[in-house]
């Protein structure tokens, strides 16, 4: 089964709001990263944290981790409209380079109305 | 610099032919990975590089799916014997190391079987 688990599947804010997704994942990571897609095709990296890491910021992004609860979130201050898209969160897993694959959760589909 | 590309951007083929896609990562990642994304779903690890070996294939869904890396940079799936349950989005990434470092995507290949 997959490792991650966004919450909520889908949400829509209006321009200027923020938008918090979450996501839950179950065994232990070196490293979790958030990816947007648009329209169905190549993903952006956004941010990455790692196992250490509490919280990281990258300009209008602000990501916390969890590892007691297995969890992480991600908010969008101020939000546009370009940031329409599907947000995924991935946990990284490497074990001495034995596998380094991220395992992704399902997504969230952010629309943002103008 | 130029980012992962992937070729063919869309295939159309028919159930039990054989397909080949490409991905070029980018210049001086040593990690490339393949991920299956199916319509509406989020991604699925296949397999991943670290220079030209696999140490992890565990993401093959059957012997019908191989792929090489040669040269340490260019890498080919290869699909034999399509089905309709293999269209999806094939997408391929690349990082610079394999722990800690985000992984860059191609575009994808949109492979549909009829």
């Known amino acids: 089964s997959q490792q991650g688990e966004e919450d909520p599947q889908a949400l829509s804010i209006q321009e200027g709001e923020n938008a918090t997704m979450n996501c839950s994942y179950k065994?232990?990571?070196?490293?979790l990263q958030w990816y947007r897609q648009n329209s169905g095709r190549g993903l952006v990296h956004l941010i990455l944290i790692r196992s250490n890491e509490r919280e990281k910021h990258s300009g209008r992004l602000r990501v916390t981790l969890d590892t007691s609860k297995k969890s992480s979130s991600l908010l969008i201050t101020a939000s546009r409209a370009a940031d329409t898209a599907s947000y995924f969160c991935a946990t990284a897993m490497f074990d001495g380079g034995a596998t380094n694959k991220l395992i992704f959760g399902t997504g969230t589909l952010l629309a943002v109305q103008p | 610099g130029a980012g992962v590309s992937q070729s063919p951007s869309n295939k159309v083929t028919e159930k039990g032919k054989d397909v080949e896609l490409r991905c070029d990562p980018i210049s001086g990642h040593t990690a490339l990975y393949w991920y299956r994304q199916r319509l509406g779903q989020g991604l699925e690890f296949l397999i991943y590089?670290?220079?030209?070996?696999?140490?992890?294939k565990s993401g093959l869904p059957s012997d019908r799916f191989s792929a090489e890396r040669t040269g340490g940079s260019v890498s080919t799936l290869t699909i034999q014997r399509t089905q309709q349950e293999d269209s999806a989005v094939y997408l391929c990434?690349?990082?610079?190391?394999?722990?800690?470092?985000?992984?860059?995507f191609g575009p994808g290949t949109r492979l549909t079987v009829t």
């Open positions: 990434a690349s990082s610079l190391r394999w722990a800690n470092y985000e992984q860059y």
């Open positions: 065994t232990s990571i070196n490293n």
């Open positions: 590089f670290q220079g030209n070996s696999a140490p992890d």
